[in-house]
């Protein structure tokens, strides 16, 4: 497109043919910007550090969501670069959703923090921690701790609206924008997105293909299904498809399983059980799941201020597909399902 220009600009015709080659040289040049744009060059390609998407490292905003069946659908949690599932009272789980490549405008509905959100996210740095209440005790803990305190309690009714459709205490929806800006506005140095200890690209050798995968906690399940198509895993909660708010059907392209230890911390819920602690500072097992696979992993992390690093029995480093990341902490084994061997055609 370029030379064309160039040889319809270097005539000296009259006025009438310059501005017809000034038109077909504006043309053929914005096509090729469209192409580039489509297709841009590889060195131009950014992606997040903790999600491994196109995009850029932003600031942090971690996000306790409800996830209970009468908190679906949830809101924003489509956008979450990286979602923890951890158990609380009663046996139910809650989630932690961490946002950095996009910052949804509306999140919900949003729950209290309990203890396992500190370790869970000192490895992050000091992010924004969004969160509605807690426990007086639990309040202190999190003020004293290296996170951005933006809890509800603190902040305007503007940045944490109520949903009329919903019912308390189901209704509670952070505006993410306007959180952001209050952060800003506070002149704050939040955390920007780095690695955490995975990274990102092909699958090793010698994974298990599964077609999906139950976990059970006491009063809560998942299941995910390997999808071909979309090439992800599609979450569904007791048999029910997890859709978001949006629409689109919940599914990350790694799915972690993090077995840990589990513990009663020194904190009770309201009906007066004990709040479990998640050992997430250590040494144990797991799977990654990527690719239609399972791949038996072994994780580490020495300090709460460390990244989380999973490898396979030999050492070496099991990297995740780029995408949204789910990691479920349980202390109970998995069910996979298996994916059927090809029978041989009988002739």
Known sequence: AQRRCQLLMSLKPMRSKLIFAFVVCSLALSGCASDEELTP???????????GRIGTDGPILAVKLD??????PQIGIE????????QVEGGLTRLAAIFSSVIPQNIGPVRSARISD???????????FAYSGAQRAM??????SNLWDYGAQ??????YTRDANRSAPYDMVLRGDLLLEKVKADGRDVAISKSVGWSFGDAPVGGAAIDSVSLRWPASKYEATWSKTEKRWLLSNGGIANF????KQLGPTTFVIQTIEMSDSIYRGSDGSYTPLSETVGTGTGYILRDGQSFKANWSRPAPESGTTWTLADGSEIKFAAGSVWVALTDRNPDFTLTA?????SK
């Open 41 to 51: 060059a590889q060195d131009d390609i950014t992606y997040n550090s903790i999600s």
């Open 67 to 72: 996830d209970t069946s009468l908190a679906r």
């Open 79 to 86: 956008d979450a670069d990286v979602v923890y599932i951890e």
């Open 118 to 128: 500190i370790d869970i996210l000192a490895q992050y740095g000091k992010v924004i």
């Open 139 to 144: 309040l202190t803990v999190v003020s004293n």
């Open 154 to 159: 603190r902040q305007s009714p503007t940045i």
């Open 244 to 247: 978001a708010a949006s629409g």
């Open 341 to 345: 061997p090809t029978s041989p055609v």
